[in-house]
DNA sequence: ACCATAAATGACACCCTGTGCCAATGCAAT
DNA sequence: ATTGCATTGGCACAGGGTGTCATTTATGGT
């Protein structure tokens, strides 16, 4: 050390250096779970295959079932984001609808493997399972807008309930986006919300409509 | 016995009589639960404390998780035969909001038990996890009709996402009537019902009625 | 009375998840 | 070299859940 510049926080500040990353372990994991199935991989085989002790692994993810969220509490955080960024004039449902469909715009790179986690997710039991926990923090971040909006605690009946819709709305969306490989997801979930605004036109035609709308190949003239 | 009648079905056909019932274990955990905590509970103790070994319990409840749920399945199948009871003239949303109300309209003796479960179920992490499990029959149940009424499989997006919907009312009124021991569940779900089929207007005036539904004592002058 | 049959129980062994505890490790600064 | 420190790995342990098998407790026939 020269001893000029100054590194007050020079990435690994102190202490034996870590063996893994997050990142590492996901990556093994899934894989894992792609070839044998989830609840045929224990956690020993992926702390095997990545080199660490089993004890390491819980170190880094509080469960098995957390392997397949990745970083979900910063998504969370970017529809929050998102959803300060909206202007008062845009109605309320208007802008759920919107920011949740842009929440869920992935990149065409990324959609397989986005696809893969999801179909995780919503396809094993024990995954399914862990998904209400995950969400409640996404469906806080929905309530707390519905709130400001409606003038209203967090915790009211109302913002809670928008919530619930708008999961509702993401979820069914999910569901049929899985197993469809052609299918838009940005697209479903914005035909979702167009369902639900509408629930009561849905005999008389409006389903047939939305149901014309989604088999269109992609582009979207709402 | 003095031999005359004929029992071809005697509730006992054969083999060694049960030692307990779901019904015993249910109310022995119930009880272990509501004064120790859920998870201070092991399944050890509920089975000691119905004079049967661990063994047995598992053979009565897949899960210790399953315990608050009783028969759900019942439960279910109540609500199937509701649905299909209901004349088809009657709008789809009014039949399922009719439907949930009245699935959900407990004797008055039984307020507090019930309470209490749904209070354990979406409070405890380890049994709201359960709960998504257990409500997707539920959801299903409410597909089937609302895919019968739309000529399209159970499986289609719509008939879907009027069953998470549905649930989402449901739940949403859930969380809100656990904490509040003077509210009317069923009130709770049917102004669920008529917010979620007037989503836009909530911030024009619909929020404040429906807010002040729930504030009076109990009657529904809807 | 006796014996076959059948269903449920209890005991045991086992694997897995998740956690507390503590010594060993590897790197940086002194 | 020594010290400081975060991370690792090993170990023991509680608890959930499952497979297996001998044992128990009834019924029904002879």
């Known amino acids: ?19 893994t990353t997050h990142d590492e372990l996901e990556a093994v994991g899934m894989d894992l779970f792609r070839r044998m199935g989830y609840e045929n991989v224990s956690v020993q085989q992926i702390s095997d295959a990545a080199g660490v002790s089993r004890r390491t692994f819980f170190r880094y993810f509080p469960t098995k079932s957390d392997l397949p969220w990745g970083d979900f509490g910063l998504e969370v955080d970017r529809l929050r984001v998102t959803l300060s960024a909206v202007p008062d004039h845009v109605p309320l449902m208007a802008a759920l609808r919107r920011a949740v469909v842009e929440f869920n715009r992935v990149p065409a790179e990324a959609v397989d493997q986005h696809r893969a986690r999801l179909g995780l997710i919503l396809t094993e039991p024990e995954l399914i399972a862990r998904s209400l926990l995950k969400f409640q923090l996404w469906r806080e971040v929905i309530a707390e807008f519905a709130a400001r909006r409606l003038g209203m605690p967090t915790s009211a009946f109302l913002p809670e ?62």
Do not use: C, K, N
């Not at 020269?2 to 990435?11: C, I, M, R, S, Y």
């Open 161 to 222: 309930l928008v919530g619930e819709i708008a999961l509702s709305a993401a979820v069914a969306a999910y569901r049929q986006w899985i197993p469809a490989p052609t299918s838009d997801l940005p697209t479903l979930i914005d035909t979702a919300f167009a369902a639900i605004l509408d629930l009561d036109g849905l005999e008389h035609g409006t389903a047939a409509v939305l149901a014309q709308r989604l088999a269109r190949p992609d582009g979207d003239p709402a």
């Open 1 to 19: 050390m020269t001893g000029l510049d100054a590194t007050p926080v020079p990435d690994r500040p102190l202490g034996r250096p870590r063996a």
